[in-house]
């Protein structure tokens, strides 16, 4: 694996930007990492605005099983998040 990156709740709430990454991760190109905090606000995002409670909960199952590998503590992230400033 060439490098890592941190897929944050932004990028994994849209369908296209969320399927392209994972499918470039499933290539093998980088390795997708996240918590269980982003995962949660990309589930609560979905719910709020496009699907049921029950579809996001499949995607985000589906996500865990195809990328066993992916999923972090949260405390290692927050380490990271400082190195991530948002462009306001």
């Known amino acids: 694996m060439p490098f890592s990156a941190v897929l944050d709740a932004n990028v994994l709430y849209p369908f296209s930007l969320r399927d392209t990454l994972l499918r470039l991760a499933e ?41 066993e590998e992916a999923e972090v503590d949260a405390a290692e992230i927050e380490r990271l998040e400082p190195a991530m400033p948002n462009d306001p």
């Open 27 to 67: 290539l093998e190109l980088y390795t997708p990492l996240w918590s269980e905090r982003i995962l949660e606000e990309m589930r609560r995002n979905l719910v709020e605005h496009r699907i049921t409670d029950e579809q996001a909960r499949g995607i985000e199952q589906a996500m865990r099983a195809a990328f």
